[in-house]
C-alpha cells in the first residue's frame, strides 16, 4: 500500500463543552478503506466526539487538533467541512418541518458538490440509492424527519450518506432503536458505502450491527478517551464480557 | 376628447377597449388639486371621474365621517400619529401624476430587482417610473374569454360608470364608511381599484390578477376593491407581487368589499411588498352566505406599518371562512395583522393560520377575533399563529380574542413562539448550506402552509425572496 496522507488523524483532543471537559485526549488515525467501530457506554462522550469533529459551535477544543486529508480543521466552519468531505450521520436527526425531503436533498447535493445537479441525474441517483435502502417514492415529499419513526430517520440518514458520497462517513449510533430488519437494511447501507476511497467511522453502543458490518477496528470509548483498541474479535469480546472486564483485561495485559 | 385629457402614453385606439377614464367633456374645471384634504377635494375627484350624485353625497358623508373620528388608541400609536394628512395629495390626474425619478428608487430596491431577476419593463412599474405596464396582449386575450362567459372584471371607476345598479346595490354593504377611521377616509377619497361581478354557477378557471387591468393607477393609494360571486360562482384573484414596490405616497388605505353568495367560492390571495415610507392601512372583509366559502390568502412583506385584519362574516349555515396570512418584519418595520372570523350562523367553519417572522429588530403582531353569535350552533374553528424570532432584537406579540356567546361551539386555538434552533442550524450546515442558506431553508419551510396555497410563479418569487432576505442583501 502506498504512503498516503490518512483521512482522519485526532491528535491528543481535548473538548470541552460548557467548561465542561468531556473528551480528554482522544488519538485515533483513519485511513481511507476503512472501517473503525468506536465503541462505549452511555455518556462515556462518544457523541461528542462526533460532533467535535463536524463542528458544532457548542463544542471547544481546549487542545490538540484535528487534521482531515491533512488539514487542520479546528476553526473551519461546520459547512466547510462537508465540502472538504465529511458527513455525519445523526443520531438524533433534526425535523426541517415545511421542507420536502426532495428539496432538502437537492440543496445539500448542490452545497456540497458546489453547483446544482441536472434534474435528471439527480431524479436517478436518489433512484437507484431509494431502492438500495428499499425507501419508497412517497418519501421525498414529507417534511425532513416531521413526524419519522426512528427507523425513517435512521433511513433518511444513511440515504444523505450514499448521496453525498463523503470522504469519511461519521455514523452516530445508526443502530440505535432499530428493529431486526431496520437494522439489516442500514447495514446494508453501510456496507454499500464502504469504497478503497471512503472511510466509515462507525459509532455504537452494541456490537449488534458488526454482526452485518465487519469492521477493520475497534476501538473502546470510556470517560472522554479511546482506552482499548483492536481487531473486529474485540467486539465480539465485548458482547461476551461487557466492557468492565474487557477494559481490565486489556490493562492486565498491556494493550490499551 | 381633448388630448390633455388622455393619461400618457396610451394609444387614442385604447380609449374604446378597456381604458375608459372618462373625463367630462366639457373641461372647464381648472382646479388643480394640493395636498390636504377638503370637501372641495372630494367634489372634484368624483366631477372628474363623472360619478353620480349618490356617490358624490357618499364621498361627502364619508369625508365628515373621517374628520370627526379619533385615532384609533390601539395599535402602534407612535407611527399611526407620525401621520401628517395635511401634507398627502389625496388625489392627482394621471396627466398630471409626476413619475418618479429612476433615481429616486432606493437602492435596496434596485438590488433585489437585479437578484430576483424582475425584467427591466416591470421593474420601471413596480418603481412608479411608468404608469404602464405592457401586458396589453395577455390582457386582451384573457377579456375575450371572460366577457364570453358573463364576467365582468373591470377597474372600480369602470364599474359604477358602466354597471351602476349592479355597484349601487352592494358597495358598502360590507364595510360602512363608518368602520373607522380610514375606511371613512378610503370611502370619501378612493379612486381605482377592481370590480368584479361572477355570474351565477360561473367558475373561473384562471387567476384573475390586478396587473391585467391597465391603469395608471394600478397600485393606487386609496384604492376600492368589490368583488361580488353569484350563488354557485368561484373566482381567485390575486393582487401586489412579491417584488418590492416603491411607492411616493406613504399613505396607503384600501378597502375591499367580497359577497358570497349562497354556494360561491371566493379566493382572494395579496401579496404586498411595499417600501418602507408607507403606511398601509387595509381594511378587507367579506360575507359568506350559506355553503359559501371564502379565503384569505394575505402575504404581508413590505411597509413600514402594516395594519390589516382580514375578515369574514360567516351569515348563513355550512358558511366556511378561512384567513392564511404571513408576516414578514425586517429592521424600522411593523407588520401588525391578524383575522376576524365572525359566526353568525350554525354549522359555520373557519380556520385562521397566522405565521410571521421577525429580524434585525423588526416586529410583528397577531390580532385576532373569534365571535360565535348566540344562536348560532355547532361552530368549529380553529385558529394557529406561530411567530418566529430570528435574533434578539426583534419582537412578536399576540393578542388573539374569543367572544363565544353558545354554548355549543368547538374553538381551537395553539400558538407558537419559536427562534431557530442551532440543532436546525448545525444538521443543515452539516449538508454543506452556509448559516444564511440553513435560515433561509428554515424560514422557507416555515411559510410553506402559505407558500403551498400561491401559483407557482409568486411561490418561486417568495422562497427567492426569502432566500435575499437571510443573505442580508436586501436593504
Known sequence: ?256 | MSAELLPPKLDVNEINTDYKYGFSDKEDYIFKSGRGLTPEIVRYISKIKNEPEWMLEFRLKALDIFLKKPMPKWGNSKLLNDIDFQNIFYYIRPSEKQETNWDEVPEGIKKTFDRLGIPEAERKFLAGVTAQYESEVVYHSIREDLTKQGVIFLDMDSGLREHEEIVRKHFATVIPSADNKFSALNSAVWSGGSFIWVPPGVKIDIPLQAYFRINAENMGQFERTLIIAEPGSFVHYIEGCTAPTYSSDSLHSAVVELIAKPGAHIRYTTIQNWSKNVYNLVTKRAIAMEDAKVEWIDGNLGSKLTMKYPSIYLMGPRAHGEVLSIAFASEDQHQDAGAKMVHAASDTTSIIVSKSICKNGGRTTYRGLVKVLPEAKNVKSNVRCDALLLDEKSRSDTYPTMEIEEKEATIEHEATVSKVGEEQLFYLMSRGLSQEEATAMVVNGFFEPFTKELPLEYAVELNRLIQLEMEGSVG
Open chain 1, 1 to 256: 500500500m502506498q504512503a498516503k496522507v490518512p483521512i482522519l488523524k485526532v491528535e491528543d483532543l481535548h473538548v470541552k463543552v460548557e467548561e465542561k471537559e468531556i473528551l480528554r485526549g482522544v488519538n485515533l488515525t483513519i485511513n481511507s478503506g476503512e472501517i473503525h467501530a468506536l465503541m462505549g457506554r452511555n455518556g462515556s462522550g462518544k457523541s461528542t466526539l462526533s460532533y467535535t469533529l463536524m463542528g458544532h459551535p457548542r463544542y471547544h477544543i481546549s487542545k490538540g487538533q484535528i487534521l482531515f486529508k491533512g488539514q487542520n480543521i479546528n476553526e473551519l466552519p461546520t459547512n466547510e467541512r462537508a465540502k472538504l468531505g465529511l458527513a455525519l450521520a445523526f443520531q438524533y436527526p433534526m425535523a426541517i418541518p415545511g421542507v420536502s425531503v426532495v428539496n432538502f436533498l437537492k440543496a445539500a447535493l448542490r452545497a456540497v458538490r458546489g453547483k446544482d445537479v441536472p434534474i435528471k441525474e439527480f431524479r436517478q441517483e436518489l433512484k437507484d440509492k431509494m431502492a438500495e435502502l428499499g425507501v419508497k417514492d412517497e418519501f421525498l415529499s414529507r417534511y425532513v424527519n416531521d413526524g419519522f419513526s426512528g427507523g425513517e430517520k435512521k433511513r433518511l440518514e444513511i440515504l444523505q450518506m450514499l448521496l453525498l458520497n463523503p470522504s469519511l462517513a461519521v455514523l452516530d449510533e445508526t443502530d440505535s432503536g432499530l428493529d431486526i430488519d431496520a437494522l439489516k437494511t442500514v447495514a446494508h447501507g453501510v456496507n454499500t458505502l464502504r469504497k478503497p476511497d471512503t472511510a466509515i467511522l462507525l459509532i455504537t453502543h452494541y456490537q449488534r450491527i458488526l454482526d452485518y458490518v465487519t469492521p477493520d477496528f475497534v476501538h473502546i470509548f470510556q470517560d472522554g478517551q479511546i482506552v482499548a483498541s483492536g481487531g473486529k474479535e474485540l467486539a465480539k469480546e465485548l458482547e461476551a464480557k461487557g466492557y468492565d472486564i474487557v477494559v481490565k483485561d486489556l490493562e492486565t495485559a498491556g494493550a490499551a
